[in-house]
């Protein structure tokens, strides 16, 4: 059942992550701009159905579509270097992290993933009179890590043969970016053609429900394909806590037994709790947007 309703979301309904979201705590100091010149064409902002199901953001050449997200989950796309991530966006009323919209961007040309973004940046600063401000902290983050002392990976995780699903072109290579896809759906998530550092991505934006960046500390350079199922949570239903009350701490429990057994019997890789330092994006001011 689980794979009936991943193929079905995969295809139907969720979006492409061809741009994926990069921990900002990896190799690599994010850069904010202050003054993002590139703009959309044409952008229409929607509040999305309450019985909307999937998330995610998919690039066309000259369009982007948001989908279901927040606007904390778009400010954490538009800003830094392949978008901040959950816990490094802070600060603002509480509607950021809880109102769902669909947004639409038209563009000339060929626009690439980071003028996406900024085109993006462009349309938050200037529909939600968003105005942010940076710092650094040291927050808490998990290592993603190889689970057996002897390196060998879970049954679910393959080498790439180099194709994508429906004979797509597979995009260039990077180090934050899928080469043919990323998808999230009520059963886990799958990927084609990526490397570890792309996965940690995946896990670090609240998506995965996880609470915190993840940093890819496997060792692996080479690129996979799998399909990670595990107890996903449902639209609207927070993320089973895995905080301490002292947020100083680092907890002794710190994965939903769900996710933490598919990484490690799935896929062979865990999440090692630890400290980091890293930019985080405090929002200063947001206001809903007007309607179109």
């Known amino acids: 059942m689980a794979r009936r309703i991943l193929k079905v979301f995969a295809h139907k309904t969720l979006f492409s992550l061809i741009a994926a979201f990069a921990v900002l705590c990896t190799a690599g100091t994010p850069v904010f701009a202050q003054a993002p010149a590139l703009s959309f064409v044409v952008a229409t902002i929607k509040p999305a159905p309450a019985d909307a199901r999937g998330q995610g953001v998919g690039m066309q050449p000259g369009r982007l579509i948001v989908n279901n997200w927040t606007l904390k989950q778009m400010i954490g796309f538009a800003y830094g270097n392949g978008g901040l991530v959950g816990i490094q966006v802070s600060g603002g009323p509480n509607w950021i992290d809880q109102d769902r919209y669909t947004v639409e961007g038209q563009a000339e040309g060929t626009p690439t993933p980071a003028e996406f973004r900024a085109m993006l940046k462009s349309l938050l600063i200037e529909r939600f009179a968003l105005k942010t401000h940076t710092t650094t902290k040291e927050i808490n983050v998990y290592n993603l890590v190889l689970a057996r002392s002897d390196g060998k990976l879970g049954p679910k995780l393959k080498e790439w043969d180099g194709t994508c699903p429906g004979g ?125």
């Open 168 to 292: 797509r072109a597979p995009q260039p290579p990077s180090p934050a970016s899928p080469r043919c896809g990323a998808f999230f759906t009520p059963a886990g998530m799958n990927m084609t053609g990526d490397s570890m550092a792309v996965l940690a991505n995946m896990l670090s934006t609240p998506l995965a429900g996880l609470d915190r960046p993840v940093v890819d500390k496997t060792g692996l350079t080479g690129e996979y394909t799998y399909e990670l199922e595990y107890q996903f949570p449902r639209p609207g239903q927070n993320a089973p806590p895995v905080a301490p009350a002292n947020p100083g701490a680092i907890p002794d429990e710190p994965l939903p037994p769900a996710l933490g057994t598919a990484l490690q019997e799935q896929l062979g890789v865990k999440l090692q709790p630890t400290k980091g330092m890293t930019d985080v994006l405090i929002v200063d001011q947001a206001e809903r947007p007007s309607e179109n």
